[in-house]
């Protein structure tokens, strides 16, 4: 029933998104359940070993309301090239509207080459919970309590 839902949402919401360059390529689902949109590169780039850069898409979106843009890493270009976006995920706030780039970052041996045309991250859209913010003296007690960082075992 909540997928349901949520697929009906999904449907019923748009992306607005304009093209800054010619040769910019409109994301798009590649098969119907991906959650992820793939951006394309419209620029060649080396990234050397060990280096990060700013990727350019040519794009500039419109989010839905109460959303925001997930920019993901491709797991083929992480498993074969050790090539991901540096700050995953990366955000895109709803009211942001310039040209989207991704940075990527190359943990491999090698120079890696972005070509234009080649999809080089993900984005997926997401709703966003705003809260308000409550300053307090305590918080309540739980199980875990304070433990972090390998407090649960191996």
């Known amino acids: 029933m909540i997928l349901e839902q949520s697929q009906d949402i999904g449907k019923k919401m748009k992306l607005k998104i304009i093209k800054l360059k010619k040769q910019a390529i409109t994301p798009k689902y590649e098969h119907e359940n991906d959650s992820g949109l793939d951006l394309i590169s419209i620029e060649d780039v ?57 940075i990527l970052i190359n943990h491999g041996k090698t120079s890696f080459q972005i070509t234009k045309g080649m999809r080089i991250a993900q984005m997926v859209i997401a709703p966003v919970i705003r809260v308000k913010i409550e300053e307090v003296d305590s918080l309540s007690d739980t199980i875990r309590g304070k433990g972090g960082f390998g407090s649960t075992g191996v």
């Open 46 to 102: 080396e990234i050397k070993s060990g280096q990060s850069q700013l990727i350019k898409t040519g794009i500039s979106i419109e989010l839905p309301r109460n959303t925001e843009a997930q920019i993901r890493p491709r797991s083929g270009l992480a498993l074969k090239h050790q090539i991901t976006v540096l700050n995953t995920p990366g955000t895109i706030d709803e009211g942001y509207r310039g040209e989207i780039g991704v």
